[in-house]
């Protein structure tokens, strides 16, 4: 019995092993995913906390065979951020603050000229005023999309046709160039 | 800006908070499951407080009808009490045992619609069918206490009060009945979207919402 208990511990410890070093070579992807659904700073940390906690708890049933671990932890991610998300009143707006402030921080730690870290400040707010507008699911993916998934990739991950990601994106990029078209033609 | 110009700027932005997420690394590690899940955590509380109410129903309707088998009537307030306690553990069961048994590894489309169903589900029948229950539930509760206190006091509550349950289910039947009728009327004079902004109904909404948001997402 005692050796039982000995080998259960065992596995346990080097199933822990090997998750901490995938989490270590992958952890941007928590960071990532939390950013961009998350409101404030706090709120980011605490979701890549439950993030965290819920790839630990999957990890049990993952199977490399089945998908890559960044595909997994895509799904196990998003997941986890968009409940995140729909159990947060008015989630949404805010949420900028939070993506704005982790870019924000590495722009001002940059060696970028003044002048081009403001235009890039600009184009970064922009960035993140487009991600914002956007509702979970096609957060998720476009997130998926700047990420350069393939788009395979991204069906699997949040399981529609590959055909339905490209009609998605297609439509996506005719918006934003409409956007663009109006915002020209009022400044003009 | 076109969307293939945001891919080389997320990117670029990418490369340069590479830095930050090493050094968040430590909130992240596995164990630490104290501070974890905390989305979840009042729903859960909530839910383990059901249980834990609808057992003391459980054991106070059996306690009382087991003691009283010679009553027909109290019989009667000891089963009602005892299916009420059991449809509130079964609620709650239900929904801690949907969401343990969720597989966040599933495509994300399939876990949010599964999730919306769920919220869709407490909100459209588990809410209203406790709020109809509420309306009538304290009069065995009622009956229960004052014919136990009775009993003690060497008095029959049935023929020292024989009106008494159709009094008291009168009591319920007009609550339910005004509670209707302020909503018809709210209805008949348009005011039915400030009394679902205000109460229950945006609950409704959001979890109405989600479900056709993620339709769409299919769909489209």
């Not at chain 1, 000995?6 to 822990?16: C, F, H, K, T, Y």
């Not at chain 1, 009609?167 to 160039?177: A, D, G, P, S, V």
């Not at chain 2, 709650?92 to 599964?114: M, N």
């Not at chain 2, 709020?131 to 509550?157: K, Q």
Request: proline content about 2%; aromatic content about 10%.
């Amino acid at each position: 019995m005692g050796k039982q208990f000995g080998w259960l511990a065992m596995v346990d410890g080097e199933r822990q092993r090997r998750f901490e070093i995938l989490l270590r070579e992958h952890q941007r992807v928590v960071f990532k995913v939390a950013g961009v659904y998350a409101r404030t700073p706090h709120d980011r940390e605490d979701l890549a906390q439950e993030i965290a906690f819920q790839l630990w708890r999957s990890f049990a049933s993952y199977d490399a065979t089945h998908a890559k671990f960044s595909t997994w932890m895509y799904r196990v991610a998003l997941n986890v951020a968009i409940s995140h998300v729909r159990s947060v009143k008015h989630a949404g707006a805010e949420y900028i603050e939070s993506l704005d402030g982790m870019h924000r921080d590495s722009l001002a730690n940059g060696d970028a000229s003044h002048v081009e870290a403001l235009q890039r400040d600009e184009r970064a707010a922009a960035l993140h005023a487009f991600i914002g507008g956007l509702d979970p699911l096609n957060r998720a993916l476009v997130l998926l999309y700047l990420e350069d998934r393939s788009y395979a990739e991204i069906a699997g991950v949040l399981g529609i046709s590959p055909t339905n990601v490209a009609t998605k994106l297609n439509r996506i990029k005719q918006n934003l160039r409409a956007q663009t078209v109006a915002a020209q033609t009022i400044g003009a | 800006m076109e969307l293939d110009e945001m891919k080389s700027l997320w990117q670029e932005l990418d490369a340069r908070t590479a830095h930050t997420h090493a050094m968040a690394l430590q909130l992240v590690r596995a164990g630490q499951s104290d501070r974890l899940h905390r989305s979840l955590r009042p729903l859960r509380w909530g839910q383990s407080a059901q249980i834990a109410f609808g057992v003391a129903a459980i054991l106070w309707g059996v306690a009382f009808w087991s003691t009283h088998l010679g009553d027909w009537r109290a019989v009667a307030c000891g089963v009602v009490m005892q299916v009420f306690g059991i449809l509130m553990v079964a609620f709650a069961g239900r929904l801690l045992y949907s969401l343990k048994a969720i597989d966040y590894a599933a495509p994300v489309v399939e876990i949010q619609r599964r999730l919306a169903a769920l919220g869709a589900w407490r909100v459209r029948v588990e809410t209203p069918a406790f709020v109809l229950l509420g309306a009538f539930i304290w009069i065995p509760a009622v009956l229960m206490l004052m014919l136990d206190d009775t009993a003690r006091a060497g008095v029959d509550m049935w023929r020292a009060a024989p009106g008494l349950p159709l009094w008291l289910l009168m009591n319920g039947v007009f609550a339910v009945a005004l509670a209707m009728l302020a909503f018809w009327l709210l209805r008949r004079f348009g005011h039915v979207r400030w009394l679902q902004h205000n109460f229950a109904g945006s609950a409704i909404r959001r979890a109405e919402a989600a479900l056709d948001e993620i339709a769409r997402f299919e769909r489209e």
